[in-house]
C-alpha cells in the first residue's frame, strides 16, 4: 500500500509512504485507485483541510494528510454482500493505491460509503457511482469527468443559485479567477441565459486565452477592476484573494447587489484582508448544502438528471479545447501535486494521475 501524504501545516513539504494492504473485514471491500483529476480544487481541499474537515476522509499519520481527489477505482476483493470484485467506480479517493471501504446500499448504481469515521462529513462525499449505471459516464470523456465532474456539479449550482435568487437580472455577474474551470464552466452555463452580462477577472497571464475562449462578455486582469463600470453587479469570488475581494469591493461599493465566496485558488492571499469591507457581506457558497436543498426541492434522480443533461453539452465544448497531461506513478503525483500548488498550471492544461 502506497500514500501520498501533505504535511498539513506545510502543505508545500510533501512524502510517498509504504505500508502493508489492509485486511479486509466482514462487510467491507478493497478498492484499488486508478486515476484522479487534480486541479486548484485539490488545494482547497488541503488549505481548508482542518477548517472543513477535509483530512477526516482519509486519516493519516499525526500533522500529515491525504488530499481529497476525485477519480475511478476498482473493486479488487470484497466480503460485503452485492459488491463485486472487478465493478468500476468513481468518487471521491485517497492519493493512495488503495481505500477500504465499508459499503451501504449496494446496487446496480453502486454503493455507499458507510466507514463509521466519515459518518459526520458531507454525505454528497460518500457515493461510488458504478460506471456500468452512471448517467455522467461515457468511456470517452473519462479524463474529463474525472477533472470536472464536481466542478460542474458546484457551477450548476452557482447558476441555479443566481437565477432562483434573481441575480442574473441585477447588472453583471463579475467572477474572479476567471480560467479555472469551475469558473468557466459557471460561466458556460450562465452565458446561456438571456441577457446575463459576465466579467471574467483573471491573472494578466491569462486574460488573452480567457477571453479567446468567448464565454465573458468581457476579459478583465485585476489590475483593471478600476475600468469596471460603476452600478449593481454580482461577484462570485472563486479566487478567494484579499486584495482581488477588497479591489472588487470597494469598486462596486454599496451597489454590489450579492458577495459570493466559491473558492480559495490565490490560497496563499487567502484571508479576512485589512480594513472594513464595503458592500455587503460575502455569503459562503458550499455545494453540498445546495445540493441537500435541491434534492428536497426536486428529488436526488430529478437533480442528477438536470445536471447530466447540462453536463454532456459542457463536456463537447471543454473537450473541444482542454489539454490532458497524463501522468503515472507517485513520483508523477509528487511533481504534478507542486506544480498544481504553486499555479504553475496554464489554463488550457489540466492533469490526470493514473497510478
Ligand atoms: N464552495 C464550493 O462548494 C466549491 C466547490 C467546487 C470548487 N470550489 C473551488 O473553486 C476553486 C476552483 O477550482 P478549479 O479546480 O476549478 O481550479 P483550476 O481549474 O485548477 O484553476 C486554477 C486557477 O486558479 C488560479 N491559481 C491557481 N493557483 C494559483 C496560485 N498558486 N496563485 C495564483 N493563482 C492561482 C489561476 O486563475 P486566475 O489566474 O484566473 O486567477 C488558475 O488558472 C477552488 O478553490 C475550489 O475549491 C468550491
Same mark, same amino acid.
Given at each position: 500500500?502506497?500514500?501520498?501524504?501533505?504535511?498539513?501545516?506545510?502543505?508545500?513539504?510533501?512524502?510517498?509512504?509504504?505500508?502493508?494492504?489492509?485486511?479486509?473485514?466482514?462487510?467491507?471491500?478493497?478498492?484499488?485507485?486508478?486515476?484522479?483529476?487534480?486541479?486548484?480544487?485539490?488545494?482547497?481541499?488541503?488549505?481548508?483541510?482542518?477548517?472543513?474537515?477535509?483530512?477526516?476522509?482519509?486519516?493519516?499519520?499525526?500533522?500529515?494528510?491525504?488530499?481529497?481527489?476525485?477519480?475511478?477505482?476498482?473493486?479488487?476483493?470484497?466480503?460485503?454482500?452485492?459488491?463485486?470484485?472487478?465493478?468500476?467506480?468513481?468518487?471521491?479517493?485517497?492519493?493512495?493505491?488503495?481505500?477500504?471501504?465499508?459499503?451501504?446500499?449496494?446496487?446496480?448504481?453502486?454503493?455507499?460509503?458507510?466507514?463509521?469515521?466519515?459518518?459526520?462529513?458531507?454525505?454528497?462525499?460518500?457515493?461510488?457511482?458504478?460506471?456500468?449505471?452512471?448517467?455522467?459516464?461515457?468511456?470517452?470523456?473519462?479524463?474529463?469527468?474525472?477533472?470536472?465532474?464536481?466542478?460542474?456539479?458546484?457551477?450548476?449550482?452557482?447558476?441555479?443559485?443566481?437565477?432562483?435568487?434573481?441575480?442574473?437580472?441585477?447588472?453583471?455577474?463579475?467572477?474572479? =479567477? @476567471?480560467? $479555472?474551470?469551475?469558473?468557466? %464552466?459557471?460561466?458556460?452555463?450562465?452565458? &446561456?441565459?438571456?441577457?446575463? !452580462?459576465? /466579467? +471574467?477577472?483573471? =491573472? @494578466?497571464? $491569462?486574460?488573452?486565452?480567457? %477571453?479567446?475562449?468567448?464565454?465573458?462578455? &468581457?476579459?478583465?486582469?485585476? !489590475?483593471? /477592476? +478600476?475600468?469596471?463600470?460603476?452600478?449593481?453587479?454580482?461577484?462570485?469570488?472563486?479566487?478567494?484573494?484579499?486584495?482581488?475581494?477588497?479591489?472588487?469591493?470597494?469598486?462596486?461599493?454599496?451597489?454590489?447587489?450579492?458577495?459570493?465566496?466559491?473558492?480559495?485558488?490565490?490560497?496563499?492571499?487567502?484571508?479576512?484582508?485589512?480594513?472594513?469591507?464595503?458592500?455587503?457581506?460575502?455569503?459562503?457558497?458550499?455545494?453540498?448544502?445546495?445540493?441537500?436543498?435541491?434534492?428536497?426541492?426536486?428529488?436526488?434522480?430529478?437533480?442528477?438528471?438536470?445536471?447530466?443533461?447540462?453536463?454532456?453539452?459542457?463536456?463537447?465544448?471543454?473537450?473541444?479545447?482542454?489539454?490532458?497531461?497524463?501522468?503515472?506513478?507517485?513520483?508523477?503525483?509528487?511533481?504534478?501535486?507542486?506544480?498544481?500548488?504553486?499555479?504553475?498550471?496554464?489554463?488550457?492544461?489540466?492533469?490526470?494521475?493514473?497510478?
Amino acid at each position: 500500500m502506497s500514500d501520498f501524504l501533505v504535511k498539513r501545516d506545510d502543505l508545500r513539504e510533501c512524502r510517498v509512504v509504504e505500508s502493508e494492504p489492509p485486511e479486509v473485514g466482514e462487510g467491507q471491500a478493497l478498492l484499488g485507485v486508478a486515476s484522479f483529476g487534480l486541479t486548484a480544487n485539490n488545494i482547497t481541499y488541503a488549505v481548508m483541510g482542518e477548517a472543513m474537515s477535509y483530512w477526516e476522509f482519509f486519516p493519516a499519520e499525526d500533522g500529515w494528510g491525504r488530499v481529497p481527489m476525485w477519480g475511478f477505482a476498482e473493486v479488487e476483493r470484497s466480503e460485503a454482500a452485492g459488491v463485486t470484485p472487478g465493478t468500476r467506480v468513481y468518487g471521491y479517493l485517497p492519493p493512495s493505491s488503495h481505500l477500504l471501504v465499508q459499503p451501504v446500499d449496494p446496487g446496480e448504481g453502486g454503493f455507499v460509503d458507510g466507514a463509521p469515521h466519515r459518518a459526520a462529513l458531507p454525505s454528497a462525499y460518500h457515493r461510488y457511482a458504478a460506471t456500468g449505471a452512471d448517467p455522467f459516464y461515457r468511456p470517452d470523456t473519462e479524463d474529463i469527468q474525472m477533472l470536472l465532474r464536481p466542478l460542474f456539479f458546484t457551477s450548476f449550482l452557482i447558476d441555479d443559485q443566481l437565477a432562483d435568487e434573481g441575480l442574473v437580472d441585477r447588472g453583471p455577474i463579475v467572477i474572479s =479567477s @476567471a480560467s $479555472s474551470k469551475t469558473a468557466l %464552466a459557471a460561466a458556460f452555463l450562465l452565458a &446561456r441565459r438571456e441577457s446575463v !452580462e459576465l /466579467i +471574467g477577472l483573471t =491573472s @494578466a497571464r $491569462s486574460a488573452k486565452f480567457v %477571453a479567446g475562449l468567448g464565454v465573458y462578455d &468581457r476579459c478583465v486582469a485585476y !489590475e483593471e /477592476i +478600476g475600468s469596471l463600470d460603476r452600478g449593481p453587479a454580482t461577484f462570485v469570488d472563486i479566487a478567494g484573494d484579499a486584495a482581488v475581494r477588497m479591489a472588487v469591493h470597494s469598486h462596486f461599493s454599496e451597489d454590489l447587489v450579492h458577495s459570493m465566496a466559491v473558492g480559495v485558488t490565490h490560497w496563499e492571499q487567502f484571508g479576512p484582508g485589512e480594513g472594513e469591507l464595503p458592500g455587503p457581506t460575502p455569503t459562503f457558497f458550499f455545494a453540498p448544502d445546495r445540493v441537500t436543498k435541491r434534492s428536497s426541492d426536486w428529488g436526488p434522480a430529478e437533480l442528477e438528471r438536470r445536471v447530466a443533461d447540462a453536463w454532456h453539452p459542457f463536456c463537447s465544448w471543454i473537450g473541444s479545447w482542454l489539454e490532458v497531461r497524463h501522468g503515472s506513478g507517485f513520483e508523477a503525483l509528487r511533481h504534478t501535486y507542486l506544480e498544481v500548488l504553486h499555479g504553475r498550471v496554464p489554463p488550457r492544461e489540466a492533469h490526470v494521475i493514473g497510478l
